[in-house]
């Protein structure tokens, strides 16, 4: 659905592939006829009668949400952003793909868009309950990650955004996979996360190797990692 | 001996087998198996006195230790990368695009001449001898090698030197003149000038 043009930018025809969700401002250029509207993802939505928690765990997931806006029509679309480069993940049946909301770029809007939090994707990661809300708070205080990410599902592709350009690593090999959480992307397929800091006294005193925190990655499919620590 | 590949046009794999490399401190972007990471010091070799040289000279350049089992991903902040092969020579390499070392390598800060008096490249080079490879980061593109033979002589820029290999002797020229003097200068007034054999590598940025 979507296609590379050059490594930093993709086009996809929007009536092909039922109306295309991306991030505001990401449109290069058209051809033909596309309207854009502005889009949300249905957690952070102000709208819809809810109230109390539902509405402050909505605004509380903003953190985890670019601002996006929706393409219909018939045309041609091309989308790009900040020079970056970018990657297309085409989902197989009932694949799902995890991502930090500030490195996706565009996804198909027959792609099922939630927002997850990062403890709650299991492995006894933060465990439930209190606890867990405090450790993930914790987690997302020292990565910059934040609490929750943005996890797509069903049928159709999406565009990932990289510093420096994109490697894929394997899951489900004999071998452990871990990532630098500044450096991690996405993952794709049944991968479970999970922050450990391997801090020790040399941190404490400022010798250490920096790389203090570190992402396990268990489970099966594909974990991406830029070639860069840069934030988005 | 501890292998490193470009696993792609920015990112350095190195693969170790119970062996372990040297690599820039917090450059580690992934890694598969098990590998642990510690402070391995200074680019001036090791203990108090590196420390203190490394204070001295002001050619910083902090590395780690990765050592164990599996293959480790490094890269900054997406430059290109380029592994050098070293046979028994010396490599001279300017220390913040120094990315890994892997074999029987030593480093070592030796002094370079005047040559960075003012261009704020400190009057220390980092060496680099003996047998191995060495992965190096280039700004801006993938890394250009000059050749430098006795009948022409090469000057760069240093602000884009990365390394040199070879017979090469080093010297520093000015172009310093009154214009410079009330800011109407060419904005080169410092250049780097190899006379002898070898090859010189520069990257497409200038620092």
Redesign the interface.
Known sequence: MFQKVNSKVVKVNVAAAGGVVARTGAMLFYTGDVRFAPHQVPGASPMGGMGGMARMAGRMMQGEHERTMMAHGNGEVHYGFAGLEVHIVEFAQGASLKVEASRLLANTAGLQSSVVSVMSQGGGGGGGGLMGALRGAATGALTGQGMFTTQLSGQGAAVLLA???L?E?QVG?P??????PQ?FVAAYGNVQTELKT?M?W?DAVG?????AMQLHCIGQGI?Y??????KL | MAQLLEKSKKVIEAQLAGTSIKALTGSMVAYEGNVQFKSAGFGGGSGIMAGLKQRATGEALSLMECAGNGRVFLAVNGQHVTVINLNNEQLKVESRQLLAMAGNLQTNVTFAGLRGASSGQGLFTTTVTGQGQVALLSAGGPLIHLEVSPQYPLVVDPDAFVCAKGNLQQSFITDVSWRTAVGQGSGEAFSLRWEGNGLVSIQPAER
């Open positions: 510093h420096g350009g490697i690593l090999g071998a452990p996979v871990v990532v630098d450096a391997a020790s040399r010798r250490g190797a920096g790389e974990v990692v830029q070639a860069s620590e840069e």
